[in-house]
């Protein structure tokens, strides 16, 4: 009897380790893969709508105010094709790529998912992930979006993304600020370098026209050097820039620092915000400019206390002869492989994107949108907001840049990547500028290397 | 002179105040919390104080919203419960029926199972997750109305640290009552039940606890297995508006928090003297 319990009780705890650790060899998803082959195949042969009860699910994440818009674009695809229902699933972007990422390997994302760019290049290597969209051009009216955009979301050929709306980098002021210095935001180089000089002598030492973090800093270095060289800063996976050149970006960073344009990063850290539109030197205009993502816009002036205000700024001029900076596919969205009707699920992206009664509901949720006649469509009817919309205009008719997906890698942008040490060690003191460039380069040239 | 009356009130004083001092550095971030709730988001940023200068009501007021109806506050809180306490009752009864087996009885391979049972303690979570997944989707558990991928494991003691827990208290647990038991008639199964549960009892509450506060605040789990809105426990309901990109209230999330935790605060305080025994469980051999 105690034999037979000790074996009961070993089992089940051999069990118990098997559960826990996952360790026998897992199945492959070949259930999900089979039960949705066979409509699948039926459908897409012909392309046509199917005939009878359809049921979609669609993904994203956001945050209330996008939740709600979706939701409600969603209700009135539904109510103008009463065959189909669409199950919805959305959350915040914190866990969200690992959650999609998990369900696009294991082939339960839903059917029409919301991406982030670099989606279509970390999870679909094989091109098993999603589907390429040129096959339902009939469904999704292509002609809407601009040829470069939907290059940049084309792999191996395959477009696997529609892009919904593109983002850059662009100035934001503090006009409030630059009243009290008594001087206009700057428009050229040589205006900020005074205006670092003004600050400090009017308004006093805490005040700067500009603050930047790490990442600002590299994105603000990228455009510069374009703006200067005329030449994107990665080409057919090989860094475009030599040493040289890398070192005078980044003396030119140095140069905003002495000039007292800049803060420190010493000066940036230590005002233990994690970002700019949590840091009270920003809410208060002490720090009275940042170069920021065109769709952040509402978010950094939200941040002001009351009675600044906030204004879109030009690119400056005087870094060079071209229109540096990039553009990038700020989300997109996809239609897994595991979708079981891949033509209806082209009928909703369209539907979202690109027709009016869609289009009115989702508005700028997404960003402004990219497709033309949304976006006439949006500005016709006043639904954008005026500043975003502003400085996504600015953005479009400036960048002519292309963004290397691999510039985003978590190796470079993270925290403790490379762009954080280069930036910080040559803000600190620790590298010169030829060891900070070395260092940049090196760590650039693995990135790409590895993709 | 200062008599012997006297030098104990003072030491006393100051026993006190380095206490009090000391007590309310530890709760002064709840206390923080509760008051940021009324704080606007540059308030919240700017200062550590705990007086908001311009209370809002906004927070709560905003904290009911309910995604049209497919979500709200208290049915995620449901939610959360609906799974949080089969979880709870399998895990005692696992981890208690594996813990006697490895505490009580000797057997072929006990001291491997036991070492590779240990080793599972150090796996991270993370590692698991895509094996699991993939294992838990053939099963068809996830996205299961009833919480299949987050209960059912727990059902094959997967806790290893509850395990062992109980397993060590075990030890203090003199082996004479269970013979006692079988001389009495006990089987294995009634010692367990009639005698080593009812001294293991500080030692099951407190892995109930543990379980239930882990249960309650896990994020990953949920956010994998389940995908409905309707089916969001409270852990995701928080973060459902923290909108990276065009910002957020934060004094509506920290209410829908402050309000969230306060079931787990109410079980925590009445479980408490409980709690404490267990946790001090095992470490004196009796």
């Not at chain 1, 046509?48 to 009860?53: C, E, I, K, R, S």
């Not at chain 2, 209370?55 to 905003?62: E, H």
Request: glycine fraction near 8%; hydrophobic fraction near 45%.
């Amino acid at each position: 009897m105690k034999k037979f319990l000790a074996l009961a009780l070993s089992v089940c705890l051999t069990a118990a380790v098997v559960i826990g650790c996952g360790s026998t060899p897992a199945p492959a998803p070949s259930q999900a893969a089979s039960a949705a082959s066979t409509p699948a195949a039926a459908s897409a042969a012909g392309l046509q709508p199917a005939d009878g009860p359809v049921e979609l699910s669609l993904s994203w994440w956001g945050g209330d105010a996008r939740h709600e818009a979706t939701q409600k674009a969603v209700d009135a695809f539904t109510t103008k094709y009463p065959n189909i229902t669409v199950k919805t699933n959305y959350g915040a972007w914190t866990g969200w790529e690992d959650t999609m990422s998990t369900a696009l390997y294991a082939g339960t994302a839903q059917d029409v998912d919301q991406v982030n760019w670099n989606w279509i290049f970390n999870y679909d290597n094989d091109g098993k992930t999603f589907v390429d969209l040129n096959t339902l051009s009939d469904y999704i009216d292509l002609t809407q979006f601009n040829e470069a955009a939907l290059a940049q979301c084309t792999v191996n050929g395959r477009l696997t993304a529609i892009p919904v709306a593109m983002t850059g980098r662009i100035f934001y002021w503090n006009q409030t600020t630059f009243d009290e210095a008594g001087i206009a935001t700057p428009t050229t180089f040589d205006e900020l370098l005074a205006a670092g000089e003004t600050f400090k002598t009017k308004l006093g030492e805490e005040y700067y026209p500009l603050a930047m973090n790490q990442l600002d800093r590299m994105i603000f270095m990228v455009w510069a050097l374009e703006c200067e060289y005329g030449k994107d800063w990665v080409v057919d996976g090989k860094l475009n820039y030599s040493q040289a050149e890398i070192e005078d970006g980044l003396a030119l960073i140095s140069q905003l620092e002495e000039a007292h344009v800049i803060p420190t990063m010493e000066k940036v850290l230590g005002d233990g915000a994690e970002s700019f539109d949590k840091n009270p030197k920003w809410m208060e205009g002490k720090y009275a400019g940042i170069f920021e993502w065109d769709s952040s816009a509402t978010k950094m002036q939200a941040a002001l206390n009351e009675g600044q205000e906030f204004v879109v700024g030009e690119f400056l001029t005087g870094f060079g002869d071209y229109k540096g900076g990039f553009t990038k596919v700020s989300l997109g969205f996809s239609i897994a492989e595991s979708a079981e009707y891949p033509v209806e699920s082209a009928m909703l992206i369209n539907f979202l994107l690109n027709e009016e009664e869609g289009v009115k509901l989702m508005a700028s949720e997404r960003g402004i949108p990219l497709s033309k006649v949304a976006l006439q469509i949006c500005t016709d009817n006043d639904l954008l907001n005026p500043i975003v919309a502003e400085a996504n205009g600015k953005v479009l008719a400036w960048c002519e840049y292309n963004l290397d997906p691999t510039f985003e890698d978590a190796k470079l942008k993270s925290t403790d990547g490379v762009y954080y040490d280069v930036m910080d060690g040559l803000s600190y003191g620790d590298y010169d500028l030829a060891e900070a460039a070395s260092i940049l380069i090196e760590g650039i040239e693995a990135t790409l290397a590895a993709a | 002179m200062i008599g012997v009356k006297a030098r104990n009130r003072i030491s006393t004083f100051f026993k006190y105040f380095v206490l009090i001092v000391v007590g309310f550095i530890m709760v002064y971030p709840l206390l923080w919390m509760v008051s940021a709730t009324f704080k606007s988001n540059n308030e919240i940023f700017s200062g550590i104080g705990l007086i908001p200068q311009n209370p809002t009501l906004d927070g709560y007021r905003n904290a009911m919203n309910d995604y049209g109806g497919d979500i709200n506050l208290l049915r995620s809180m449901l939610n959360t419960y609906s799974y949080v306490i089969p979880k709870v009752i399998f895990t005692i009864l696992s981890s208690a029926i594996t813990a006697y087996g490895f505490g009580r009885f000797d057997f072929k391979g006990k001291r491997i199972l036991f070492a590779v049972m240990l080793s599972t303690l150090f796996l991270p979570q993370v590692v698991l997750n895509v094996p699991q997944y993939l294992l838990y989707n053939t099963f068809g558990w996830v996205d299961s109305p009833w919480y299949l991928a987050l209960i059912i494991p727990t059902l094959f003691a997967v806790d290893t640290y509850f395990v062992f827990m109980l397993v060590q208290f075990m030890r203090g647990i003199p082996k004479e009552l269970d013979e006692a038991a079988q001389i009495d008639g006990c089987n294995t199964f009634q010692t367990l039940v009639k005698v080593i549960a009812p001294m293991l009892k500080p030692a099951l509450v407190s892995c109930a606890l543990f379980q239930f506060m882990w249960s309650s605040n896990d994020f990953m789990g949920p956010l994998l297995y389940v995908n409905t809105p309707a089916k969001y426990p409270a852990a995701i309901f928080v973060k459902l508006s923290m909108d990276a990109d065009n910002g957020f209230a934060w004094n509506r999330v920290l209410a829908i928090s402050l309000i969230s935790i306060i079931p787990s605060l109410i079980v925590f305080f009445a479980a408490q003297n409980q709690f404490i025994e267990g946790i001090s469980a095992g470490s004196v051999k009796g």
